[in-house]
């Protein structure tokens, strides 16, 4: 019989509950072999197709079987919405193109210079802020600039219909503001211009005073005589003045250029604009037809299902998750379940441009909050993951954290004690790849060179009285735009031996380790203070969400694991219970009686 309340383990953003515990392991660290071998490549699982059930009520005799079983499907119908970047330099006929697309494909058009109009034209506090900066001749600083372009994004327009994003970001710092904030295009369309082109645009250009209609002398001559007559030249549209705005959008073009390099898309401006307007209305197609392909294939369930209407909404031949897993050491059959689940999570979020992720799979050989790993696990594990991007071609630093502050391993956690030397003993495989795609290093800005293309740091970990977390800061403002990915890391402030060291910029540093995203989360869940019977597990692989699943005995005297439900979010310790005792979510929470008692202290 359940408890009142079972809960998930410690994790992030997830309240610890007395119901379940962590899992820990008696094995102890095997002692490394001078080398360790695992063939690098072995057959993946096929990409998993997401549907979304909800529960029919009734029994109409011509429903479907699905629908009989209490089941109804439900495909996605839209896709999510287009979200595109335009950058052009002064006369590049950005302004053309952004009515050509806005007409084309409805997205809405958000333009720094409108926003801070607006802002300023109806006196909000944003806009007055704006207003003194101006009214001063400088330039309105980032964090106000980055405040209206995240607050129109939330609009409810920009998030249905998708934007288009028109002279922001202007700078690198503009650029990772949005990357923090996830709010990153599809699409960044960059229209090329020669310098003297441009500049002929604009020496041209003419401006009639009484109609704000901008004619060029040769391009776009005026109608009458008349206009021609009343026309002048706009006071920024001298050459010099122009070649100096050229000189600064290039710094900061070049400058943005970095982090949206996988996504950025070149097109010859100089040409007419209907020819121009037809690559980017092909380039924009084609995105949406991949966004619609995502949507249609992935979609994950939100609704609570209880144990007797549940639809699993696992992979297509996904063969479910392991039995047995506490039989320690795992078979060679677990273990590869478990390096290609990761694997493929891992390569759908780099691929999709993911720049600083985080696996945390707490299998009962690599649960971070033990005494010991299962080193060989751990390492295996590295090992695939990094082989298969150098198979892509990818240059990749697996990263070890070192020793610090002084004396031999001083501050470095004891679980990793090692870890380096038996990388650099393990079989990298007989085609040269150690060396020349895979190096090895250890954690710190003065490990990242020019030719590597992402990074891997193996399980950082704070220690007593030292914090691996500044070393990372830099390594990964080092990295740019570089994949990061961190394997089971364990960054919670730990107190200092004076206790000073973790207290000053602690709240800086829970920020930055809360700045990586899971691509991947394995969990099993327990009973507190117990290491069996496992009462189910939680999983999450990228870019699906949170799936709970329930632990069930079969008659033949074997186990499966039976999904309770899903989550978009990592679910709370509420939200778990909830689902185990089959009650629905969003109800008001009344904790009462003992147990309840103990999860208000929990």
Request: aromatic share 8%; with cysteine.
């Amino acid at each position: 019989m359940l408890p009142a309340s079972l809960s998930s383990l410690h994790s992030t953003n997830v309240r610890t509950s007395p119901y379940l515990s962590p899992l820990s392991s008696s094995s102890s660290l095997p002692s490394p072999s001078p080398s360790l071998s695992l063939a690098p490549s072995f057959s993946h699982l096929h990409h998993r197709r997401l549907v979304s059930f909800n529960t029919v009520r009734g029994n109409n005799p011509l429903a479907t079987k699905a629908e009989r079983r209490g089941l109804s499907v439900t495909c996605a119908s839209t896709c999510e919405p287009l979200k595109v970047m335009i950058s052009g330099a002064p006369a590049s006929g950005k302004g053309t193109q952004c009515e050509l697309i806005v007409q084309k494909f409805g997205l809405v058009h958000i333009s720094t210079g409108d926003l801070l109009r607006a802002e300023v034209s109806t006196g909000s506090e944003i806009g007055n802020k704006a207003k003194e900066f101006m009214n001063a001749g400088q330039l309105v600083p980032d964090e106000i600039v980055t405040a209206m372009v995240t607050a129109r994004l939330s609009h409810e327009d920009a998030k249905t219909k998708g934007w288009l994003l028109d002279g922001y970001p202007r700078s690198f710092a503009q650029a990772q503001s949005l990357e923090n904030l996830k709010i990153r295009p599809d699409v960044y369309v960059v229209l090329d211009v020669p310098d003297e082109i441009l500049i002929d645009r604009c020496v041209g250009r003419r401006l009639d005073p009484e109609t704000g209609k901008i004619y060029h002398l040769t391009n776009f001559p005026p109608e009458t005589e008349e206009i021609k007559a009343r026309l002048v030249p706009r006071p920024d549209d001298t050459e010099e003045k122009v070649k100096s705005r050229l000189e600064i959008y290039k710094q900061n073009a070049k400058a943005i250029l970095s982090t949206y390099a996988n996504i950025t898309k070149k097109i010859d401006g100089n040409r007419p604009k209907e020819m121009v307007f037809a690559d980017i209305e092909s380039l924009l197609s084609q995105a949406k037809r991949e966004k619609m392909k995502k949507t249609t294939a992935v979609k994950p369930v939100h609704e609570h299902k209880s144990q007797s209407n549940q639809a699993s909404s696992s992979q297509d031949n996904w063969k479910g998750i392991p039995t047995r897993l506490n039989n320690i050491p795992h078979s060679r059959e677990i273990r590869n379940y478990f390096y290609d689940d990761v694997l493929q999570a891992t390569q759908r979020a780099v691929n999709d441009g993911r720049t600083r992720l985080k696996v945390e799979i707490n299998i009962p050989e690599l649960n971070p909050e033990m005494d010991v790993y299962r080193i060989g696990t751990l390492m295996e594990l590295v090992r695939v993951i990094a082989l298969s991007f150098a198979d892509d071609g990818k240059r990749v630093k697996v990263c070890v954290q070192g020793s610090m502050g002084e004396g031999a391993l001083a501050g470095m956690p004891l679980q990793l004690a090692g870890t380096r030397r038996i990388l650099e003993f393990m079989d990298w495989g007989d085609y040269g790849a150690k060396g020349t795609f895979v190096e090895i290093g250890s954690i710190g800005a003065n490990e990242v060179d020019e030719q590597d293309d992402m990074f891997i740091l193996v399980a950082p970990q704070n220690a007593v009285g030292n914090c691996i977390i500044d070393d990372m800061k830099a390594m990964t403002d080092a990295a740019g735009t570089r994949p990061v990915i961190l394997i089971n890391p364990r960054l919670k402030d730990l107190p200092g031996s004076s206790g000073i060291m973790q207290t000053m910029g602690r709240d800086k540093r829970l920020e930055y380790a809360a700045s990586f995203e899971n691509c991947y989360f394995f969990r099993l869940l327990y009973y507190a203070g117990t290491q069996y019977p496992i009462m189910g597990a939680l999983r999450m692989t990228y870019p699906y969400g949170y799936e709970l699943y329930k632990r069930v005995d079969v008659p033949s005297g074997g186990e499966k694991y039976v999904i309770l439900s899903t989550f978009t979010e990592k679910p709370s310790s509420d939200d778990i219970n909830d689902a185990f005792l089959g009650k629905p979510r969003n109800r008001e929470k009344k904790a009462s009686g003992f147990w309840g008692f103990l999860s208000s202290v929990f």
